[in-house]
T-cell receptor
């Protein structure tokens, strides 16, 4: 079954304590990205990656890092989380070619920074 | 990517067809129309997409006007589980381009 898997699904952490949200896809997709979703602001892209070792900033990259060492994994790193990073996070991957190349989302990770 | 305009909310009676409109008057010839939905706070789910012909799958139908400036997503027999936010997105099928999600339409299916 085609899947995008995120972990953890729920996390409460304290300001300044580094954390990583993992993302893995089993569809051999080259393109992966991270979004955050906040009330009234919709889905906003944080970072994306077009292939292994190729990453680029999205619309709201401040305070985040990513890495793409393997095709299937695209972790999101918060080096020093702050309360304004409390949000719902989604990882997504997209097909590489063919008609439509639709995007697939993970189930989301609720992050609270206190 | 072309901008889209959707009504912020709609109601539909259970068992009836839900018709969700989307305006994309600045769409260009190589841009597709995609529909996604998000139930509660789950990850957005792909529904359907098309270029200029009408499309149908097991979930929905997509009707695109001849001038391609608007489209309608049709859920033929809405159920309570179809209550969600529905997003209309237009974009080029280009490997590097992002999906930009607007505010969407909040569909409430009423018993």
């Amino acid at each position: 079954e085609a899947q995008v898997t995120q972990n953890p699904r729920y996390l409460i952490t304290v300001t300044g304590k580094k954390l990583t949200v993992t993302c893995s896809q089993n569809m051999n997709h080259e393109y992966m990205s991270w979004y955050r979703q906040d009330p009234g602001l919709g889905l906003r892209q944080i970072y994306y990656s077009m292939n292994v070792e190729v990453t680029d900033k999205g619309d709201v990259p401040e305070g985040y890092k990513v890495s793409r060492k393997e095709k299937r994994n695209f972790p999101l790193i918060l080096e020093s989380p702050s309360p304004n990073q409390t949000s719902l996070y989604f990882c997504a991957s997209r097909g590489n070619s063919g008609y439509g190349n639709t995007i697939y989302f993970g189930e989301g990770s609720w992050l609270t920074v206190v | 990517d072309a901008k889209t305009t959707q009504p912020p909310s709609m109601d539909c009676a259970e068992g009836r067809a839900a018709n969700l409109p989307c305006n994309h008057s600045t769409i260009s010839g190589n841009e597709y129309v995609y529909w996604y939905r998000q139930i509660h706070s789950q990850g957005p789910q792909y529904i359907i997409h098309g270029l200029k012909n009408n499309e149908t799958n097991e979930m929905a139908s997509l009707i695109i006007t001849e001038d391609r400036k608007s489209s309608t997503l049709i859920l033929p027999h809405a159920t309570l589980r179809d209550t969600a936010v529905y997003y209309c997105i237009v974009r080029v099928v280009n490997y590097g381009q992002n999906f930009v999600f607007g505010p969407g339409t909040r569909l409430s299916v009423l018993p």
